[in-house]
């Protein structure tokens, strides 16, 4: 069955590659891991790595031309096979002249063919990649639980994906043998992308793909018909279900480099120079399990003198942003430069809250922190505020008033800062907020907190006292009008009934959406949440 070789997205701004060179040629046998081409970016030269077997049929591009991201840059099958159909169906009737060592008598290209492939009797189920939040746009498949040719039942876990939220696990609901994976594992794959195939041991899959990809091609070549021809000399992919060769950074020592995107990745991680590692995989190909095993050898000497290390060298490291930290990037940008922020900043007198939670701790069933105490405290002054507790709608130009009252909580993880919530915080005791928080912090700390524990939040606490920060602010969680950044609590000379004493003092910094809050509305919220916060006893009654 031939397969597509597309123009993977090599970074974010990337919107065309050129092919620098061809490794390859029309007629080549192909293995999994050889090299197809170099292609240059605007980052870099990347190599362009074949994850199929075959012979190289098609070449869609020549030398130093450029192809937009999902171009058509080969295809690659059986010695022999056919491929106009295939290429009609991408291109519709501007299917790409086949280079001259597969050229045949000039005959009028196909137009594309609209029959339904019969799947009926295929006893199998195409696996796709969900929509795990409201924001994801593609997932990456973190690591492969199951392996082609295990069995599989209802409920069990296939992968583990990577989104812009956190790592979650990809059930199967069917039962079968799992036939196919589309993806390796650190991969990316887009929303209703093709992961993977599940059904009776020996189901004709290499079908469903084909009308997964003729699926994709038919309205693709429909909407080609409405517009010009492109001069580009690869078209646009329609086939968004067939494999993906995705590219790997050149290495080059003595020759070329074989290795596993995935033994790339981590060699980049740990700052091993690949080249120095032996490969154990087929043809000498590095693998996942030599880059784990590697032991550097010593910086080695410099005209006969020992180096010392790094004294003078300038080095950096370019690591790739997780799915989460891409996201939590476009969402502080589109906030603070989207949002018109203010900030209000008051000092907390924390003597009676020290005292009351020592009281309390000794009857709560569990430990309640300091910051379980501020959550309760701000969903008490939320329901005396509700102008505070509010969205401003971007598509409306309205102002949503929040009748529930849900806090989330900001946490630090080591791919970036997640939010679950505490819902409904002004109807829950103090005992319940602390287990909440804590299974939260745990489920975190294991990347294991779920789509729907990080949603509905009205307002969010920051605190980052417990890191010695004494004050700070934080970027609003929007659509939220409002968010609280909560400084540690610090010894200092107060003056209270006239004289110079020692205290423990506080400080919190609210920070505010003008388009929805006012300095007033903002200060009056700060001035009750305070008197919650001095004095818990009043947020238990």
Known sequence: MAEVIKMPK?????????????????????????????????KATMELESYDDGVLLHIGVEEKSAVPVDGVIAIIGEKGEKI????????????????EEEAAAPAPAPAASTEK??????????????????????????SWIKNVGDDVKSGDILAEVETDKATMELESYDDGVLLYRA?????????????????????????????????????????????????????????????????????HSNGRVIA????????????????????????????????????????????????TGAFGVESYEDVPATQMRKAIAKGVTASQFGAPHFYLTMEIDMDKTIDARASINELAPVKISFNDIIIKAVAAALRKHPDVNTYWMSDTNSIRKNHHISVGVAMATEDGLVVPVVKFADTKTL??????????????????????????????????????????????????????????????????NGEIVPGNVMKITLTCDHRTVDGAVGSAFLQTLKGFIEDPVRILI
């Open 117 to 142: 492939i019969d799947t009926s009797d295929i006893n199998a189920q195409v696996i796709k990649m969900p929509k795990m939040s409201d924001t994801m746009t593609e997932g990456v498949i973190a």
């Open 84 to 99: 106009d159909e295939l290429l009609a169906s991408l291109s519709g009737s501007n299917a790409p002249a086949a280079k």
């Open 431 to 496: 005992a319940q907020i602390s287990i909440e928080v804590k299974e939260f912090g745990a489920k975190a700390k294991a990347k294991k907190i779920q789509l729907d524990e990080m949603q509905g939040n009205t307002f969010t606490v920051s605190n980052l006292g417990m890191f010695g920060i004494e004050q700070f602010t934080s970027i609003i969680n929007a659509p939220e009008s409002c968010i609280l950044a909560v400084g540690g609590i610090k010894q200092t000379p107060v003056i209270k």
């Open 183 to 251: 993806v390796e594992a650190g991969n990316g794959v887009p929303v209703d992308g093709v992961i993977a195939i599940i059904g009776e041991k020996g189901a004709d899959f290499e079908t469903l793909l084909k009308a997964e990809a003729a699926n994709a091609a038919a309205p693709a070549a429909e909407e080609k018909k409405e517009v010009a021809p492109a001069p580009a000399a690869a078209p646009k992919a329609t086939a968004a279900s067939a494999p993906v060769a995705l590219p790997t950074q050149a290495t």
């Open 10 to 42: 090599m970074s974010d701004t990337m919107e065309e590659g050129v092919i620098a060179s061809w490794l390859k040629k029309v007629g080549d046998e192909v293995k999994s891991g050889d090299i197809l081409a170099e292609v240059e970016t605007d």
């Open 260 to 307: 596993s995107p995935l033994a790339k990745s981590l060699a980049k991680e740990k700052g091993y120079d690949i080249a120095q590692i032996p490969g154990t995989g087929d043809g000498g190909r590095i693998i996942k399990r030599d880059v784990e095993a590697f032991v550097p050898s010593a910086v080695p000497a410099v005209g006969g003198v020992a180096a």
